[in-house]
């Protein structure tokens, strides 16, 4: 850890340290979670994933928080004021340490896979495209050709 540069702009005048540089080095590390600053990424943080939108993020942020990984989010403020803008700053990011963010990474991939695979199990509802009837088919049925109960046509179910 390196200690901060100086800064000329700011009074010389300090908070006193009576415990000495080496001892606050120690003890900021490890247990306090993450102090990172907004927009900054410190030493060991990195990006494991980012969304378009905060409330997304705020969905993994509180996942991978469940899962005991120290996360945060970046850009939030940005985001949030202005969701148009979230594609220009690269979304809303996803910061972990970089110890975690293979188990972060692994975790988010099988929570989108599980979303992924739980919607294609849902019903879905189309008309058919012959007869307009209102059809409702199991989500393994989709993309596939069908018969139209109702009209007996062949339908193309939708993705
Ligand atoms: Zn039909």
């Not at 879905?124 to 069908?146: H, Q, S, T, W, Y």
Request: overall charge negative; charged content about 25%; aromatic content about 4%.
């Amino acid at each position: 850890m390196k200690p901060d540069p100086v800064n000329p702009f700011e009074s010389p005048q300090t908070e006193s340290r009576p415990d000495g540089e080496a001892e606050l080095a120690g003890a900021a590390s490890e247990t306090d979670g993450l102090p990172i600053p907004r927009g900054v990424h410190g030493d060991g943080i990195v990006t494991v994933a980012s969304f378009g939108y905060i409330n997304e993020a705020s969905v993994a942020v509180s996942l991978l928080q469940q899962e005991g990984i120290n996360c945060c989010l970046d850009n939030e403020g940005i985001v949030s004021v202005n969701a148009f803008l979230s594609n220009a700053v690269g979304g809303v990011k996803v910061l972990v340490h970089e110890k975690d963010a293979e188990r972060a990474a692994c975790f988010l991939h099988e929570h989108r896979r599980s979303l992924q695979a739980k919607q294609s199990q849902e019903d879905i509802e189309f008309d058919c495209e012959e007869c307009g009837a209102p059809l409702k088919m199991p989500g393994n049925r989709r993309g596939r050709v069908e018969t139209c109960p109702k009209c007996r046509e062949f339908i193309d179910v939708p993705e």
